[in-house]
């Protein structure tokens, strides 16, 4: 799929060690319903309704931005950015698949009701 030009295969030109990373994200936020990806010009946004989740890739790891309706507390949680009354935004590095684990998974999961 592309949008603007942008595709989910160029997020991974030269960085294929994040790619099963990305497959196991997607893979997780599907058990949830419909998932939509939508490749912007530095990251992919998974998307319910809205975006529920961020994705940039680096060469050995996914920065993951998930939207909350509180803030999040856990050694994993690198930056959390309050983006209004109810919203935030928490970045969580990923360096392996195994990373998308049951917490994790808890919170895609609640970022992908709160899309809907």
Known sequence: MSTNGFTV???FVGKEATRKI???LLKTSRKFGSVVE???KTSIHLNNKTAFAGIATRKSAIILTIKNDRRLSSPRIHKSEQTSASRFHHEVRLS???DVDAELTRWLKA???LSA
């Open 9 to 11: 295969e160029s997020h």
């Open 22 to 24: 990305y497959e196991r």
């Open 96 to 98: 392996s698949p195994a």
């Open 111 to 113: 970022a992908y009701e």
């Open 38 to 40: 939508d490749p912007k």
